[in-house]
């Protein structure tokens, strides 16, 4: 029974061991794309310019941060991003509709916070501008290339 016993946290043991081992050499790839209300308090600052009887619902956040972690076995990665100024811009061609943002981008973080006019907009309207839009992440080691694709639209969450 003790031999038994014995054996069973013999194997336990190893095979939490590879287990654990399997996974040190994986990347994980975070995003996250989503769409908020701005406050009143960003509201009172933003500056609206020339826009008639403009409100709080007239603008919209987009907000983008994406992360790679465990690179450290790798030979290269990169991130490359679509231009979300432009993407906003085009919607249509009535509006100049980026207000203002910032971007940030490091070997392994990309971060964009965007202000946009969003009014006369619907939800299919901005999922639709960024339905053929992707971040795409490379990552290549000795023996392989993975290149993984993200879809903007798929991830986009409206809160």
């Known amino acids: 029974m003790k031999k038994s016993i014995m054996n069973l946290v013999g ?10 081992g399997c996974n040190k050499d994986q990347v994980f790839i975070n995003a996250e794309t989503e769409i908020h209300s701005i406050t009143a ?3 009172e600052v933003i500056g609206v310019g020339d826009i008639e009887n403009p409100n709080i619902d007239d603008f919209k956040r987009l907000k983008v941060n994406l992360e790679i972690e465990n690179v450290e076995n790798l030979q290269s ?4 991003t679509p231009n979300f100024r432009q993407i ?4 249509d061609n009535n509006h100049e509709r980026y207000w203002f943002g910032n971007e940030s ?12 006019f969003a009014r006369g907009l ?13 971040i795409t992440v490379i990552l290549e080691k000795e023996d392989f290339r993975n290149i993984k694709r993200i879809n903007v639209s798929e991830k986009l969450e409206f809160k």
């Open 11 to 20: 194997y336990t043991s190893i095979f939490i061991l590879l287990l654990s």
């Open 41 to 43: 308090e960003e509201f």
């Open 77 to 80: 990665h990169e991130i490359t």
């Open 88 to 91: 906003i811009n085009s919607i």
């Open 105 to 116: 981008k490091e070997s392994t973080k990309y971060t964009l916070e965007m202000v946009f």
């Open 122 to 134: 619907e939800e299919e309207d901005i999922r639709n501008a960024f339905k053929e839009e992707y």
